[in-house]
């Protein structure tokens, strides 16, 4: 039977002893679909430089605090042989929206990572025309990942000064039609939102198909519109996070960074309510601290190697295991 929004927002609204019983049935949800494996996927921050202004972001546009960077296609080769050679079977490839990198730029990079590495290639470059997306589907890059952040239509616009959450729907559709597995997130605490645009987030990524969903909580950075406004908490985190995973049996949901640094043991807690992905940052040391969406962080001073060795003890902590393989996205047929 299919949880409906109104399901959802229930399981969101749980409190006290009702919390811990969401969380051992998200948990023992994931164990039986998608087994004790955790997927390692090593992300590269290649650049802080962004076109768009989001109101909750510290890479916006107007953030003229913030010192930008780009690596050169090399650099960013060199970082994808070391967190392959560190075990990761994913590569992702994060920036803001810079347009310095093309679709040809970002092609070939796809291309040399895809011939030269045993990996699967996750981008995540934001809002590009069709053309470009098809162009980096050719070149062999496997995930894209394209968060709609929340699914409240007027919410959305606000955040995102000059885009619309119809357009952004269109192009994760856009994705699917061109063979990525798809990933989508949401965030959570934002200002303005209700139990139920959680609910909504997350019956609109079932109805999307996605393959993967992000779900994390806002954390408010001073160097921005929002700096001011209260943050999203570990225990509404974690419940939206045990929801995603009673709806959505085998998608991945990562247990992200940003819940690591609301909470020393964000991760582990995510860990044991339905996540089964980490990100190790492989970002090289002298850029990472530049890449801050939110302040505080965590992982900024450690090398990609104790990034990947952080993950694993996290991994070890929940009683689960690495995965060995891909984590290519199981299809929804199955659920
Ligand atoms: S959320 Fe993405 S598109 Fe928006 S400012 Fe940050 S990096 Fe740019």
Redesign the pocket.
Known sequence: MELSKEDLAVLISAEGEECGALFQLADQVRQRYLGEEVHLRGIVEFSNY?R???L??G???NNWELSRYRMAPDEILESAHEAAGLGCKTIVLQS??DEYYTAGILAELVHRIKKGLDVAVTLSV?DRPRADYETLRQAGADRYLLKQETCDPVLFGML?PGSSLAGRIEKLRWLGELGFQVGSGNMVGLPGQTVETLAGDITLMRELKVEMAGIGPFIPNSQTPLGNCPGGTLELTLKTLAAARLAMRLVHLPATTAVRTIHPLGRERALRSGANVIMPNMTPLKYRTNYQ?YPGKTGLGETPEESYATAVKAVHDAGRKVASGYGHSLTYAKS
């Open positions: 962004c768009n202004n989001c909750f972001c890479l916006r546009r803001g929206e934001g995102k969406l």
